[in-house]
């Protein structure tokens, strides 16, 4: 239950984050910005041409026209703010290879809404963009903790990516353009009717889930274009009794508290996750524990029989193994599995329709068992159980897979993910202009110099 007596927590958020400055952010945190932002552009540019975004590009044309402020990354293109925004962010989730573990996808969400934004704030300097960010990453995990945490809330139905990280996207926005306390609670307040994006998806694998952030990111901008133009938004949008976001969305499972314990002290961009693989989140630990028995012996002669022992979240979210389109196969974590036993990898190239044929990794991923483990564990962990053919059996349990929070990418595995993403969408030289941008953000950058990068020549 809510606490009584309590201000409304928008008007609290909205408070904060339109005071925050650069110079309050911890370096560490500032650093989490640089490499999020760079993981971020890596995946969008890599997403540029799928039929997702491709979509919104024709789609985004018609709607708002031709032209624009706001650069299309990967593109020679320009578009208005909320029309990059849309572009953008679902290229960024095209592939699945954007972060994880904030709203959950923040990167899609936030990156792509404040960068759209930007040709709008006059006077903006590397300190905003990077306050922004932060702020970004922040509200959109603080709205899935609320809301009971990721199962809690998935597992209803909701898409968090979309249902929460369009109030990520507003704060974000509000605070690059410098909106004062009002205009960004009645922003926020806005964003509650745009908060949407269920799971249904998962039925046929549509291509609505890389959809969710390019909507968030884009309805973000609009909430704070239609809040700074005079339109108000409810104080109480995640308190209201009948409406709130929390009651509706949440229901018993609410929890008030996250929305606002640790309040500039517990930066939640420190909970988010840079993925090594091209798969969903959920298939990394049991990915990398296949990799490691791999490395040490086991392959597809000497193993009879395959079990992974994950949450029951993941079962539900992850146990298929028909896979037919490239979602199919990103959330599939028998086929996930398959290709690092036959192929040893799970990289961007294992997930192309020539593997998605291969008749032996379709037979292992058959021959694949997801069960829910007995014994408690993350969304994130998984047990793998290797039978081999001379009887003997080998388990490697992974709670903490490479790029979370605790156990991170080191810096040069964030940067060269980048790179073999970027370089051949932008070329090496503009590629690494970018980067160089990106990573000097808070030492001298100029906002120009990160977007001028990221746009492709007009022919």
Known sequence: MRPDNTRPAAETLAAFYAGLRVQDLPPETIHAVRRHVLDTLGAALAGVRQPEPEAAFATARIAYGDGGPALLWGRAQTAAPAAAALVNGTAAHALELDDASGCDHSGAVVVPAVLAALPLAAGADEGDLIAAVAIGYDLGRRVLEASGGYNAHNN??????????????????????????????????????????TWAFMSDGAMTKRLHPGHAAASGVLAVLLARSGMTGPAAIFDAPWGGFL???????ADWAA???GLGSDWRIHRSSIKPYASCRGTHAAVEAMLRLRGEGASVRNVSAIRVNVHPTIVRM???????????????????????VVHGAADLPMFSEAVRRDPAVLDQARRVEVVESTEPM????????????????????????AGSATNPLPDDGVIAKYRSLAAPILGARQ????EDAVLRLGRGVQPAELLGALHLPVL
């Not at 209803?156 to 990280?165: D, K, N, P, R, V």
């Not at 992850?318 to 290709?339: E, F, I, K, N, W």
């Not at 590629?431 to 970018?434: C, D, E, T």
Request: a negative charge.
């Open 156 to 197: 209803a139905g909701w898409h968090s990516t979309g249902t929460c990280g369009v109030f990520g996207a507003a704060a974000a926005v509000a605070r690059l353009l410098a909106c004062d306390e009002a205009t960004t609670r009645n922003a926020l307040g806005i964003a509650g009717s745009f908060a949407s994006g």
């Open 247 to 253: 009651p509706t969305y949440a229901r018993g499972e």
């Open 259 to 261: 929305l606002t314990i």
């Open 318 to 340: 992850c146990g298929a193994t028909s896979v037919t389109t490239l979602l199919d196969a990103q959330m599939s974590l028998p086929y996930a599995v398959a290709v690092a």
């Open 378 to 401: 993350t969304n994130v962990a998984a047990e793998l159980v290797l039978d081999f053919t001379d009887g003997v059996q080998r388990r490697l349990r992974i709670d903490v897979p």
């Open 431 to 434: 590629a690494a202009a970018l």
